[in-house]
């Protein structure tokens, strides 16, 4: 695994914990992970899970 995957695979598992452990919008949780943009990052995010951040909070959040 390269670097960049590894760097990206840690982001996109931070923002996957805190799509499902907080309230932050997608743009917030976006910036904190890293990612430039929200857009930049729905397209990784949904390339590594199948599904879009939102998509993704919706079906695996437990509130």
Same mark, same amino acid.
């Given at each position: 695994?390269?670097?960049?995957?590894?760097?990206?695979?840690?982001?996109?598992?931070?923002?996957?914990t805190l799509l499902l452990n907080s309230d932050d919008n997608i743009d917030d949780?976006?910036? &904190?992970?890293?990612?430039? +943009?929200?857009?930049? #990052?729905?397209? =990784?995010?949904? &390339?590594?899970?199948?599904? +879009?951040?939102?998509? #993704?909070?919706? =079906?695996?959040?437990?509130?």
């Amino acid at each position: 695994m390269s670097v960049n995957s590894y760097i990206k695979k840690k982001r996109i598992e931070l923002s996957q914990t805190l799509l499902l452990n907080s309230d932050d919008n997608i743009d917030d949780i976006a910036v &904190r992970c890293g990612f430039v +943009s929200r857009s930049f #990052f729905t397209t =990784a995010f949904t &390339r590594e899970c199948g599904a +879009s951040p939102l998509k #993704f909070r919706e =079906a695996n959040r437990k509130d």
